[in-house]
């Protein structure tokens, strides 16, 4: 690999350093303005995770994506002049332009230009730290690239003489690094694939211990890694900033009443999260898909609450989750205001555990929920266990919640909420169900 691509895959995305960025908000056709706004304001919070400052903002209303600018060139000539009179060394769209769109506005303003997808990679690339979520990040990073490299690499159209004796034209850097970007793809897919293969064979190991699991869903910053820490008393990273956890951390959790069960943060879900990035995340997102039961994270104070609630069912959706249970939890309880539209969604929730993860109050009410469910989730079997059957009282003991346990003449009577597989495996020894 050239010094160029190694410098290109591991460092920022950008080209150039940039610290002052305007934002180009899209307000579609049939969208209200209230909504474009929020759209607007999560652009920004993406902006700011990534580190890079705000001068200004700016909406564009579109009725269709124009082939060339995706917006009017009379609405460009509008922005580049408000972009150059705050400074901003950069402007980022919040859209999906193309390559050639991307290309055309950076020739046609002078000024760098990335879009959404471009500001999602380059924080998904810094916060990467497992194995497999690097190598995703990385492949996502050069697949986003490859039409792009014009872009980014100018001085690649240089020509490369020809070999000695061959005096041809010859071809041009840029068609010789493209070819390694794809054969370097091509390696990073097999490494993922023996990476998917380790995690395959260590989800199985969980699985055959009959411990219920659960996952932490929700619209990123919701307070999901602050709920694990809360119910674990761990120390996961938990930032107000959107996507601070982007690999799966599980952690065993035991409930008062001594009932346990695996709990694993995810990846916060966000408005147009681009498909190969879910793809990209499949390591943490199918924490959720194989889980027992789903604890679904919501910011009450949030006015988009609703839209958020509907973002994160979607992503569910389209990882093939359906009539799975789900505790819908409410969380920063402790910041709402009496008479305010935050109070009034409380009513939109009907059943939800109402916390806060930052005073503690409700998690009671969520322990006692979760109790429940593993209950409903468990057989409760009653054993007459031989005496001399000591492995088969550890199994149950390991593997199950006792509810009792006594002696009577050469049998050991065990009450137990047990799983399918133990429930099978000890068959023979069960006298009521």
Same mark, same amino acid.
């Given at each position: ?20 960025? @305007? ?8 969208? =209200? ?15 700011? *995770? ?15 994506? %124009? ?9 460009? &000539? ?6 150059? $009179? ?19 506005? /950076? ?6 230009? !990335? ?16 194995? /497999? ?20 690499? *100018?001085?690649? $159209?240089?020509?490369? +003489? +020809? ?8 071809? *041009?850097?840029?068609? =010789? ?16 694939? /023996?990476?998917?293969? #380790? ?18 869903? +929700? ?6 890694? $602050?709920?694990?820490? @809360? ?17 799966? *951390? ?10 346990? @069960? ?23 997102? &199918? ?16 006015? #988009? ?35 305010? !539209? ?12 109402? !916390? ?21 989730? %468990? ?25 009792? /346990? ?15 597989? !133990? ?11």
């Amino acid at each position: 690999m050239s010094n160029d691509l190694e410098l290109y895959d591991n460092g920022d995305i950008l080209s150039t350093k940039c610290e002052a960025a @305007f934002l180009v908000g899209i307000k579609e056709r049939g969208e =209200s303005d209230e909504d474009a706004q929020e759209h607007l304001e999560e652009l920004e919070s993406l902006v700011d *995770t990534m580190g890079i400052g705000v001068v200004s903002t700016d909406i564009a209303i579109i009725r269709e994506p %124009n082939p060339k600018f995706y917006i009017g060139a009379g609405k460009l &000539e509008e922005i580049i002049e408000k972009a150059k $009179s705050a400074r901003a060394d950069l402007i980022i769209f919040d859209a999906e332009l193309s390559p050639r769109q991307q290309r055309n506005i /950076e020739e046609f303003s002078g000024v760098t230009v !990335i879009d959404r997808q471009e500001v999602i990679l380059d924080i998904f690339a810094d916060r990467a730290s497992t194995k /497999e979520a690097t190598l995703q990040v990385q492949l996502a990073r050069l697949e986003y690239s490859l039409p792009r490299l014009t872009r980014a690499w *100018t001085h690649l $159209s240089r020509q490369r +003489g +020809g070999a000695k004796g061959n005096r041809g034209k010859g071809e *041009t850097q840029l068609e =010789s690094d493209k070819r390694m970007v794809l054969r370097y793809i091509t390696s990073l897919k097999k490494e993922i694939q /023996e990476v998917k293969k #380790n995690r395959l064979l260590l989800r199985k190991k969980r699985a055959d211990r009959p411990v219920p699991s659960a996952a932490i869903v +929700g619209y990123t910053n919701a307070g999901k890694s $602050s709920l694990l820490n @809360f119910l674990t008393g761990s120390n996961v990273l938990a930032e107000d900033k959107l996507f601070a956890t982007l690999d799966p *951390t599980s952690r065993k959790i035991s409930l008062p009443g001594g009932r346990e @069960f695996i709990l694993t943060d995810t990846v916060g879900f966000i408005r147009k999260l681009p498909h190969d990035l879910i793809d990209a995340f499949k390591s943490t997102l &199918e924490e959720a898909a194989f889980a027992d039961f789903i604890i679904h994270v919501l910011d009450i104070t949030n006015p #988009n609450v609703m839209h958020h609630q509907k973002v994160t069912l979607d992503v569910l959706e389209d990882l093939g989750i359906k009539n799975k249970k789900i505790i819908t939890v409410l969380n920063k309880i402790d910041a709402l205001k009496p008479d305010t !539209i935050e109070e009034f969604n409380l009513l939109k929730f009907p059943g939800a555990v109402k !916390i806060s993860t930052y005073t503690g109050a409700g998690i009671d009410d969520l322990q006692n929920t979760i109790h429940k469910l593993l209950k409903e989730l %468990n057989i409760e079997v009653k054993f007459s266990l031989p005496l001399d059957r000591w492995d088969l009282l550890s199994l149950l003991k390991r593997e199950s919640h006792i509810v009792s /346990e006594e002696y009577s003449g050469e049998n050991i009577l065990v009450q137990a909420s047990v799983s399918e597989k !133990i429930k099978n495996q000890l068959s023979n020894y069960i006298i009521t169900e």
